[in-house]
């Protein structure tokens, strides 16, 4: 219980709104896609990815190669292939029922008017083909047809399919509350089983709703028959009321009862939760896994020194951490992303002792400190003061033997030098670069860098780190 | 004091400075102590020829195996002590302590140079009290 409570409190609001996010664009992926061969597809791409770990996890080297090139090429095929479904969902509706809504119904479909239209229709033996498309594309499985867009009534589809009309023999489409295309031309099943009696009519909404989740009614021109294709199965349907309850439950929105409402209620808590399980999985697996330990060298980064003052020396320069979380996210560990940094604004002149702890060390989420290895660091700070010291040249090489250099003097003489008190107090002179003797020949001027030594030193504000020579050279008696 | 290498010349020469002014280019007549002592004038040698500085310089090559602090003083008002004090590359090498007397006085002292001392070097010219009355610089070369 104890380390439960433990575990608890190590989440942070950040895992909470991970978890949620991730979970809440799984769920609307279910709803936006569920029923679609787009859905199903993506189920079979992630029971690869995962078999995929799980041949890595075995060492199966050959699989895992053959399974990820599998995966990597899937995902461009569902891209070129579903690229319809895709768009539909993207484009065709709004913000809102992408991101909030659970249905894509915007016009109710006059069931009732279709389902009297078509036995009126049957009962005259006038032939017809009429297509409910379901959440999959028809726009790459059907030919031809000419936009129609016209409010269904019953003289429409009446006159759509009277045998004079020139469009009569083809497929009318049926989107919401309107005929958006008619004279369509459908897949043609190929089926060998069916009935003999079944004309080019029946194979062609057989065709059509084998190929894609679209629901057909035909009626028999020369039987006067009504029949619902959906799926790979044609059936005939006998009565109105029937057919109207196949259509609204095809178009989702028959008047469901409550234990098919209470049902769908279900499906969609199901998914919701499952979608929260499997993101929680992730998480837990790529976050909270601590099988894998690294060790870093990280510099230690000391901050906000006290103006007026300087670090001479540290006990460290870096220092060694040891991390442990799941082997993807410590794979995945780059040395900008771990920081070790203390704070110097509370420190005195003279030795400080510092403790690292974790407050010190910046990590990456799920990334867990073991150890700090040295723990204690010690720095140096002394005050920083400027003062004025003479210049001296460092001659080196040798005169011609006939020469000797009398006299040297620098411009400036001295120089005001900044840094560390306890460093410049020990500095008597500032020396010049070494200056080469061997290629003067008579009185003269040059210039020469100073030098500055150790490092930390500077120039004082307006001094410049170079100086004139002014040297004298006479011939030897 | 470090001094295993160092010949050290505290030979005093009451030399009347003024036959040695012309021959030499004065080096900053230095500060005056109390009013009484006056430093007339300092510089580097390669050698002391007839109580007199030889070749002065600010570079001595090793080969020449000598560098010499030569000191003219005015208005001795007593016995005094100064100091040489050697420095190489600010580290102390010598403190050498030598002797003036009333009423002029030249003094000198000298080191003997081998190759551990290539480098800068300077001469700090003090009194008694740690005064520095002149500072010297040179080079040893090869």
Known sequence: MENFLLFISTIRWQDIVDISVNSYILFRFYVLFR????????IGMTVLWFLQRIAVSLGLIVTSWVVQGIVAVGAIIIIVVFRNEIRRVLQAKNLKSILWGLSYKTATTPTEIIAETVFQMADRKC??????????????????????KGLITREMIASIFWPDNPVHDGAAIVQGDQITVVGTILPLSERDDMPSHYGTRHRAALGLAEATDALVI??????????????????????????????????????????AARKESLEIASAAMLS?????????????????????????????????TEIIDTSVKSVSLVLSGSGALVKSITPDQVGVRLDLSKTSVGRNTFTITSDNI????????????????????????????????????????????????????????????SIIEEIKTIYTEKVLLDELSGTGQLTAKLVLSPASLKMAPGYKDEVTIQYVIRERE | MRNRYFIICFVSVAVCPFLLQPLLPVKHVGSVHAAQLELFQALM???????????????????????????????????????????????????????????RWSTYSSIELNKTDIGPWRVEITDETENVLEVLRFSVTE
């Open chain 1, 127 to 148: 032939g017809a083909l009429i297509v409910f498309p379901g959440k999959e594309d028809l726009s790459g499985v059907v030919q031809g047809g000419t936009p129609w």
């Open chain 1, 276 to 308: 929260i399980l499997f993101i929680t999985g992730i998480w837990f697996s790529v976050s909270r896994g601590q099988d894998t330990l690294v060790s870093l060298d990280i510099p230690v980064d000391y901050t906000n020194r006290t103006a007026g």
């Open chain 2, 45 to 103: 040698a390669e050698d002391i020829v007839s109580n007199a500085p030889y070749h002065p310089t600010v570079v001595f090559s090793v080969k020449q195996k000598k560098a010499v602090c030569f000191t003219v003083f005015n208005q001795v008002p007593q016995k005094l002590i100064i100091y040489h004090n050697w420095y190489h590359r600010d580290v102390p090498s010598a403190k050498i302590r030598l002797t003036l007397k009333p009423p």
């Open chain 1, 218 to 259: 035909v009626i028999s021109e020369e039987r006067g028959d009504v029949l619902v294709a959906k799926g790979n199965r044609l059936r005939e349907i006998k009565q109105k009321q029937t057919l109207e309850k196949n259509i609204q439950e095809h178009l989702g929105t028959a008047a469901v009862d409550k234990g």
């Open chain 1, 362 to 421: 910046s990590l990456p989420p799920g990334i867990v400190l073991r150890e700090v290895t040295p723990s204690e660091v010690e720095v140096y700070i002394d005050e920083t003061i400027q003062q004025e010291l003479p210049v001296q040249i460092d001659w080196v090489g040798k005169l011609p033997d006939n020469l000797i250099l009398l006299e040297a003097i620098t411009d400036p003489s001295s120089v005001k030098i900044a840094g560390s008190k």
């Open chain 1, 35 to 42: 029923g679609t061969n787009v859905f199903r597809v993506l």
